[in-house]
């Protein structure tokens, strides 16, 4: 099962960027999903997660900075991020759990001046 991960690019540092991830419909009612990202060099961390029951959390260093939500209309998770700064740079990728795990093809954000 595949998820379909879209929205990455290049932005200058405050800039922002939207990263959305469909699900197959007859999962996304139970998944919990999240985004993960990896910089060069360094390990896959978890930037944010939401429950089917909508509960949040984000990793410390994009509080106040990204917002995770989810539209059970469209089977999608969206990840805002706004205030982006270089130490954002990394793939990221989606990642959902409804007793099965699946991870959705990285995307790449950069950010640069």
């Known amino acids: 099962v595949q998820l379909q991960a879209s929205g990455g690019g290049s932005v200058q540092p405050g800039g922002s960027l939207r990263l959305s991830c469909a699900a197959p419909e007859r999962f996304f009612r139970w998944s919990i999903m999240a985004w993960y990202r990896q910089a060069a060099g360094k390990q896959r961390e978890l930037v944010a997660r939401?429950?089917?029951?909508?509960?949040?959390n984000y990793a410390d260093s994009v509080k106040g900075r990204f917002t995770i939500s989810r539209d059970s209309a469209k089977n999608t998770a969206y990840l805002q991020m706004n205030n982006l700064q270089f130490e954002d740079t990394a793939v990221y990728f989606c990642?959902?759990?409804?007793?099965?795990?699946?991870w959705g093809q990285g995307t790449q954000v950069t950010v640069s001046s």
């Open positions: 939401i429950t089917a029951g909508g509960s949040i």
């Open positions: 990642h959902a759990d409804w007793g099965t795990i699946a």
